[in-house]
Nanobody
Framework: QVQLVESGGGTVQVGDSLRLSCTSSSVTFGSYTMAWFRQTPGREREFVAAISWRDSSTNYGSFAKGRFTISRDNDKNTVYLQMNNLEPEDTAGYYC???????????????WGLGTQVTVSS
């Protein structure tokens, strides 16, 4: 279901940073595990990061470890993805997902956004 809204994407240069945001007017994130995925045309969707609803514990895809950080601010009903030292390979559409009482790792994501494009130019 498309009930999440991502923002913060854009075109940056190699080595730059971006912070993506995800929010919703209909889904209250406090009881949802949240995640970020990314996808480019012709490629399999990749898991980027997830953060637990319960204790804010996190998991990361292998490529994201050490460069990307997922965080949440339940008071703002917002989840963030801080991306540092961006590389051309990070170019993708980035999508937010949510699962009520979701476990990490989760195998189900009920709510999605339409994505925000990140383009890293060399």
């Amino acid at each position: 279901q498309v009930q999440l809204v991502e923002s913060g994407g854009g075109t940056v240069q190699v080595g730059d940073s971006l912070r993506l945001s995800c929010t919703s007017s209909s889904v209250t994130f406090g009881s949802y595990t949240m995640a970020w995925f990314r996808q480019t045309p012709g490629r399999e969707r990749e898991f980027v990061a997830a953060i637990s609803w319960r204790d804010s514990s996190t998991n990361y895809g292998s490529f994201a470890k050490g460069r990307f950080t997922i965080s949440r601010d339940n008071d703002k009903n917002t989840v963030y993805l801080q991306m540092n030292n961006l590389e051309p390979e990070d170019t993708a559409g980035y999508y937010c997902a949510a699962e009520y009482w979701g476990r990490i790792p989760s195998q189900k994501w009920t709510y999605w956004g339409l994505g925000t494009q990140v383009t890293v130019s060399s």
